[in-house]
């Protein structure tokens, strides 16, 4: 054989193998986006006081120009002495680039109004986590409290002048805290709890 028909054959031999490794070549993975994640919370109403439900809808969008992959997300809302956490429906999905994600859930107020957002995403094979910071906007309710320690001398069940006992030491809880305000009745049996 002449050089001119290897060259030739051996030209047609290497493009074959070179489309058989790319048929063969696995399919590159998506990439995924870099902790591009936005987190907004919005709520119903401008203002709750303590106690009221509120409704809040968390967004989670994706700013970056690939694929999110969130591997985890979740609520967590501080209150007396617990925090209560709640995974959110998104948990385990792919946000496309340039898309959102929204939950709306309903809950109870505190009185300290924290609601912490808590991603993790999947990136490069390793997970990795934001937190994102909100404020419920809760305005406390406060009332006074006073009254009359008396000894029931009479048994009608209500106080009648004369029945009332001076210097017993009064203790005032709220909720479900542990420990409280305490004031001693005065000459007259009464006591009073100032708004706090």
Avoid at 33 to 50: H, M
Avoid at 111 to 138: L, S, Y
Wanted: charged share 20%.
């Amino acid at each position: 054989m002449t050089s001119s028909r290897w060259a030739a054959r051996f030209g047609a031999l290497a493009a074959a193998l070179s489309v058989a490794a790319v048929a063969a070549a696995p399919a590159a993975a998506e990439p995924v986006a870099e902790q591009a994640v936005e987190v907004t919370a919005t709520f119903d109403k401008p203002s709750y006081q303590t106690g009221d439900r509120y409704e809040v809808t968390i967004t989670v969008r994706n700013g970056a120009d690939v694929a999110a992959d969130i591997h985890y997300a979740g609520v967590s809302l501080p209150t007396e002495g617990m925090v209560i956490s709640k995974p959110l429906a998104l948990s385990g999905s792919l946000i496309p680039a340039g898309e959102s994600r929204t939950q709306t859930f309903e809950y109870g107020t505190s009185d300290n109004g924290a609601m912490h957002v808590a991603i993790q995403q999947r990136i490069g094979g390793e997970v990795k986590g934001t937190k994102h910071d909100f404020t419920i906007p809760v305005t406390p309710r406060y009332i006074d409290v006073t009254g009359v320690v008396y000894a029931d001398e009479d048994g009608d069940s209500a106080y009648d002048a004369g029945e009332e006992v001076p210097g017993v030491e009064v203790t005032g809880r709220i909720a479900a805290r542990t420990s409280g305000a305490k004031v001693t009745t005065d000459s007259a049996g009464r006591f009073s709890f100032p708004a706090c």
